[in-house]
């Protein structure tokens, strides 16, 4: 049986394990650089809201900004701490380019818009929702443009900060269970400070945590993020931009598809979207079929096992 060494203090012994900070201290370090660093680099660009007004309609080329910010930050904060405070490659964080990335990247888009397109006509069918209009090619052309662009920043971000390091971490602490779970509740906290989000707090918190457990289980199937980043890029791109659904409380001033709703808040989400809602509950089943089919017919079986030890 082996133990500390005599020699090492009260704090020492708490804070490090192996001679690193442990994995749990990791996390936190974690998320106070990447936060205090997307402030400093959004002040250095003169930044202060992606959402200058607070109100709900949030201005694009700000949100691109501030995704953009985040994004450099996420994962340079992640890349420097795995390389010298984790000591563990950075190819274990799931965004490895070796291998058919850039399939899993396509399949996970083609999945968003899947799940979104069963959204909007699960509505549709229940006479929850009602198209109003289309916009011009020219307004389509104008919002995709700065749009697609945030939200793949966006994806990559996100799925950086929840199930790359800090999932990495919290599996090499605790174990997979404890990892899958935590970093589904930290999701679905992290959103709850945008508009609509408590106007029904509990299927708010459903819905988040159910598309936070989807994203998980694809990680776990095909050992990388590029699934997730693709599903949460087209998820948010269909959602908002095409269909016209409020994403996570924020609406947008020209979608491609204008909708009115008349549904339940409990079915269609109210005015946080479909997160909040069965809608999506329902559509992530749907992905989730379509997920264990890809996988049962070996379309994840080519895919380089570049994880840890500790998630073999």
């Given at each position: 049986?082996?133990?500390?060494?005599?020699?090492?203090?009260?704090?020492?012994?708490?804070?490090?394990?192996?001679?690193?900070?442990?994995?749990?201290?990791?996390v936190?370090?974690?998320i106070?650089?990447?936060?205090?660093?997307t402030?400093?680099?959004?002040?250095?660009?003169?930044?202060?809201?992606?959402?200058?007004g607070?109100?709900?309609?949030?201005s694009?080329?700000a949100?691109?900004?501030?995704?953009?910010?985040?994004?450099?930050?996420?994962?340079?904060?992640?890349?420097?701490?795995?390389?010298?405070?984790?000591?563990?490659?950075?190819?274990?964080?799931?965004?490895?380019?070796?291998?058919?990335?850039?399939?899993?990247?396509?399949?996970?888009c083609?999945?968003?818009?899947a799940?979104?397109?069963?959204?909007?006509a699960?509505?549709?069918?229940?006479?929850?929702?009602?198209?109003?209009?289309?916009?011009?090619?020219?307004?389509?052309?104008?919002?995709l443009?700065?749009?697609?662009?945030?939200?793949?920043?966006?994806?990559?971000?996100?799925?950086?900060l929840?199930?790359?390091?800090?999932?990495?971490?919290?599996?090499?602490?605790w174990g997979?269970?404890?990892?899958?779970?935590?970093?589904?509740?930290?999701?679905?906290?992290a959103?709850?400070?945008?508009?609509?989000?408590?106007?029904?707090?509990?299927?708010?918190?459903?819905?988040?945590?159910a598309?936070?457990?989807?994203?998980?289980?694809?990680?776990?199937?095909?050992k990388s993020?590029?699934?997730?980043?693709?599903?949460?890029?087209?998820?948010n791109?269909?959602?908002?931009?095409?269909?016209?659904?409020?994403?996570?409380?924020?609406?947008?001033?020209?979608?491609?598809?204008?909708?009115?709703?008349?549904?339940?808040h409990?079915?269609?989400?109210?005015p946080?979207?479909?997160?909040?809602?069965?809608?999506?509950?329902?559509?992530?089943?749907?992905?989730?079929?379509l997920?264990?089919?890809?996988?049962?017919?070996?379309?994840?079986?080519?895919v380089?096992?570049?994880?840890e030890?500790?998630?073999?």
């Amino acid at each position: 049986m082996t133990g500390q060494p005599a020699s090492q203090s009260l704090g020492e012994r708490v804070l490090l394990k192996d001679n690193k900070l442990r994995p749990g201290f990791r996390v936190l370090v974690y998320i106070i650089a990447t936060t205090v660093a997307t402030v400093l680099l959004s002040a250095l660009i003169g930044l202060t809201s992606p959402s200058p007004g607070g109100g709900e309609t949030i201005s694009p080329s700000a949100m691109l900004a501030f995704e953009a910010c985040l994004t450099v930050c996420a994962f340079a904060v992640a890349f420097l701490f795995r390389r010298f405070l984790d000591q563990r490659s950075i190819a274990s964080l799931g965004f490895s380019v070796r291998g058919p990335w850039l399939r899993l990247l396509s399949i996970g888009c083609g999945l968003g818009v899947a799940m979104q397109l069963f959204v909007f006509a699960l509505e549709d069918l229940l006479g929850y929702s009602h198209f109003a209009a289309f916009a011009t090619a020219r307004q389509d052309a104008a919002v995709l443009t700065v749009l697609l662009p945030t939200f793949a920043l966006l994806g990559l971000a996100e799925e950086m900060l929840f199930r790359g390091y800090i999932l990495q971490n919290i599996w090499e602490a605790w174990g997979p269970i404890a990892a899958v779970a935590l970093t589904s509740a930290l999701f679905a906290v992290a959103h709850l400070g945008n508009p609509g989000s408590h106007a029904q707090l509990a299927f708010t918190l459903i819905g988040l945590v159910a598309y936070a457990l989807w994203a998980c289980i694809s990680l776990l199937w095909t050992k990388s993020l590029w699934l997730a980043v693709g599903v949460h890029f087209m998820w948010n791109v269909f959602e908002g931009p095409v269909l016209g659904f409020p994403v996570s409380g924020f609406a947008f001033p020209s979608t491609a598809i204008r909708q009115t709703f008349t549904g339940p808040h409990w079915f269609t989400g109210g005015p946080f979207g479909p997160e909040a809602g069965a809608s999506a509950v329902l559509a992530l089943a749907f992905g989730y079929v379509l997920l264990s089919l890809l996988k049962r017919q070996g379309a994840f079986a080519d895919v380089a096992d570049e994880r840890e030890p500790y998630a073999r």
